[in-house]
């Protein structure tokens, strides 16, 4: 098959404003997809259930979620965007595949073994606080992907074992019933690593340690100027590769601005707050356009509203094709 035939989809949970390690890791190659193929994009607000449980914040950020692939260049006339929850096939392609997914395959999901192993650090039980949905995340996604005869699935690296998992319950699918689902492929954005956050570990919400993708201006420069950095002074030599300021660069500028950079660093004589202010230059430069879209859209979530009715529209005709096949096979 020819690859812009390809079928695309990925899913967003809205669990708060995503950041710009979200952004380079998973909905930077998302979004560029969206330029070549059909693609599926949808707010997973079924996932976000398994750790959020207040439906208005749920809400809010779901419009967030819309918004900023939005704004951020999601090209709508290939695009199917959407709200899990409004297509009710999910629900049931999720129990039908259950009856077939392994309890030992979801026992080997990192997302769930990382939620034991914390709470093994903190001398809690080892399943306090772990819920059925968070167990069975994976399974959801596996429905979210084989819901829509999915080929690729643009995510983050901590997400390829997901996305494993899919093309391993398709294919226990397709060995009992027959061919009915195309095994899906992961792809992870070209080699960006991990994004380190304001601490230097990974950026993430859990963490605390992100700049959230769309701040007013006054408050990104706040954060990047937060940044914590070793204790070296202006004069001395310094190695770019060990800094959060230049790791986060990278991502937003040219191969010569990048060089460039890099030799400020090496050579010495570039005090850290200049370095944190060409890296708000850079970055702000790139979201100013987006920001204004953003604002605009979060002040009509009507409009919003249209978009993600409009996307389930499309969407569930697909879903419902799906589930009627495999019913039949299942069910009779
Ligand atoms: P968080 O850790 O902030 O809760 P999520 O787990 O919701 O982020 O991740 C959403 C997507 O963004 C995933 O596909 C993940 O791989 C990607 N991602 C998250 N944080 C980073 C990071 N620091 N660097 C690269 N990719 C990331
Ligand atoms: N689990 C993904 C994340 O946390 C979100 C998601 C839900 C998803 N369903 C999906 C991604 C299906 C790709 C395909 O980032």
């Known amino acids: 098959m020819s690859e812009l035939n390809k079928i695309v989809l990925t ?85 039908l595949l259950m009856n077939l997914t392994p309890k030992g395959l979801m026992n080997r999901a990192h997302s769930y073994k990382a939620a034991m192993d914390k709470n093994i650090a903190n001398g809690d039980d080892v399943d306090a606080g772990i819920n059925m949905g968070l167990y069975t995340y994976p399974i959801l996604m596996t429905a979210d992907i084989l819901l829509y005869n999915t080929d690729i699935v643009p995510v983050g690296a901590d997400q390829k074992q997901h996305v494993e998992f899919a093309r391993d319950i398709a294919g226990y699918f397709n060995h009992m019933y027959g061919e009915v689902f195309k095994l899906p492929t992961p792809v ?82 570039m005090g850290y707050g200049t370095a944190k202010t060409i890296l708000f230059d850079k970055i702000n430069s790139f979201l100013a356009g987006p920001r204004a879209e953003y604002e605009r859209l979060m002040a009509n979530t009507d409009e919003i509203e249209r978009i993600l009715q409009n996307g389930a529209a499309k969407a569930q005709p697909v879903a419902a094709g799906t589930i009627a096949r495999v019913k039949k096979l299942m069910l009779g």
């Open 11 to 95: 899913g967003i949970q809205p669990t708060g404003m995503p950041h710009l390690g979200n952004y380079v890791g998973a909905l930077k190659t998302a979004i560029e997809r969206t330029n070549t193929n059909k693609t599926f994009m949808f707010i997973a607000d079924l996932h976000a259930l398994n750790s959020v449980h207040d439906a208005k914040t749920i809400r809010e950020h779901t419009y967030q979620a819309a918004a900023i692939m939005i704004a951020l260049g999601a090209n709508l006339d290939n695009t199917v965007l959407f709200r899990q929850s409004d297509i009710p096939e999910i629900y049931q392609l999720n129990t």
């Open 188 to 269: 992870i954005g070209q080699e960006t690593g991990i994004i380190p956050g304001l601490d230097g570990r990974k950026m993430s919400k859990s963490y605390d340690n992100t700049i959230p993708l769309m701040l007013p201006e006054k408050d990104l420069k706040k954060k990047i100027m937060r940044i914590i950095t070793d204790s070296k002074l202006p004069e001395d030599p310094k190695n770019p590769d060990e800094s959060t300021i230049f790791q986060l660069y990278k991502h937003f500028a040219t191969e010569s601005e990048i060089a460039e950079f890099a030799e400020m660093f090496r050579r010495g004589g």
